[in-house]
């Protein structure tokens, strides 16, 4: 099966949000202190209701207190894919029995065997093929029909000691 893409930053993204969803406890470790403030407010409303008000502000503050980094975050990524990826630079993407073979117009060419991959799992945009805790690719699930997804899906639970999450493809 071949898949023809050109990279967007958009799916960029969503591949690392897919990553760092993947990962709770990074985001735990990372946004602790508005976490616990979040909770405690939640249960302040719980158990004094009529103390509303106070407790909708300290989640506020909670938000507020999260928002700096999280755009400096995303800000990164954009950083990332501009200095890594050409926006006119189309891929091939070869899936077949051995693994995952990556072509670009350029002319490099990378093949990923399956055994390589330790986890394959997909979220609303791409499909992540993670290598180790820091090393993926991804592809655009824009580009894949249903059948494409079944056949990647059937080609990735044949991997050994792979984890693969990839929902049945709707008919």
Known sequence: MDLQFCLSESDYVAAQCAWTLHRPLLIIRGYWYSLLILCMATVGIVVKP?????DILFMSVAIAAAMPSLIILR??????????????T??????????????????????HLWASFSQIYESRRV???????????FLPKSVMNSGQLAELKRLAESAPNCKVKLAAPLA
């Open 75 to 88: 800000w990164r990524w954009h950083r990332q894919f501009k200095g890594n990826f050409s926006l006119d």
């Open 50 to 54: 009529e103390r509303w008000k106070i």
């Open 127 to 137: 499909v992540m093929l993670e290598k180790d805790p820091n090393d993926f690719l």
């Open 90 to 111: 189309n891929i091939i993407a070869t899936v077949d029995e051995r693994g995952v073979k990556l072509a670009a117009t350029q002319g490099a060419q990378k093949t």
